[in-house]
T-cell receptor, first 115, second 115 residues
Framework: AQSVTQLGSHVSVSEGALVLLRCNYSSSVPPYLFWYVQYPNQGLQLLLKYTSAATLVKGINGFEAEFKKSETSFHLTKPSAHMSDAAEYFCAVSEWGGGADGLTFGKGTHLIIQP | DVKVTQSSRYLVKRTGEKVFLECVQDMDHENMFWYRQDPGLGLRLIYFSYDVKMKEKGDIPEGYSVSREKKERFSLILESASTNQTSMYLC??????????????FGSGTQLSVL
């Protein structure tokens, strides 16, 4: 069975600092991996996805994530945090591309940006 | 853009009531999903459907049922609401794998309070 672990339920960084949100996964087959973001009072929207092409994936709003098979990790980074990045971030995994059986989500990391 | 619409943003019900949560998508997607979102627990899959009149249990189906009579509409039913079903409910849809099916499109959510 697949699973996702997000390290840190809350992460606080200063505006302009590096953002690093950690995600480790467990999967019996090569996985599809995703990062979703949820802004206050909104649904989830896709930030980026890994589907076995390039291991470094670039997403929207300056975010990127690197798939590291040896570490079973898919950490999300952004070089310089902006106040508008404050949100809840979810890492998710699927063994079948999410099409038929949905995704398994981590518990989420709340990103706080300090002015 | 794909639109996934959940009929109510906020809902307050009493213990023992039968509750219907409605979700409609406008892009002829095959697959639809119901998740619940709780602080510290992330998103958990309740039920999903990959075709009209088809349904599959997710990770936490107990106390819920679903209905998919038309392709665009997927209803979540709480037969007898209980206080532990107070939660944010998120509907999502996706086309089949290979046609962008790895990306889920989410509705804005329904915050259900059971008193």
């Amino acid at each position: 069975a697949q699973s996702v672990t997000q390290l840190g339920s809350h992460v606080s960084v200063s505006e302009g600092a590096l953002v690093l949100l950690r995600c480790n996964y467990s999967s019996s087959v090569p996985p599809y991996l995703f990062w979703y973001v949820q802004y206050p009072n909104q649904g989830l929207q896709l930030l980026l996805k890994y589907t076995s092409a390039a291991t470094l994936v670039k997403g929207i709003n300056g975010f990127e994530a690197e798939f590291k098979k040896s570490e079973t990790s898919f950490h999300l980074t952004k070089p310089s945090a902006h106040m508008s990045d404050a949100a809840e971030y979810f890492c998710a995994v699927s063994e079948w591309g999410g099409g038929a059986d949905g995704l398994t989500f981590g518990k989420g990391t709340h990103l706080i940006i300090q002015p | 853009d794909v639109k996934v619409t959940q009929s109510s943003r906020y809902l307050v019900k009493r213990t023992g009531e039968k509750v219907f949560l409605e979700c409609v998508q406008d892009m002829d997607h095959e697959n639809m999903f119901w998740y619940r979102q709780d602080p510290g627990l992330g998103l958990r899959l309740i039920y999903f459907s990959y075709d009209v009149k088809m349904k599959e249990k997710g990770d936490i189906p107990e106390g819920y049922s679903v209905s998919r009579e038309k392709k665009e509409r997927f209803s979540l039913i709480l037969e007898s609401a209980s206080t532990n079903q107070t939660s944010m409910y998120l509907c999502a849809s996706t086309p089949p794998p290979g046609t962008g099916g790895e990306k889920l499109f989410f509705g804005s959510g329904t915050q259900l309070s059971v008193l």
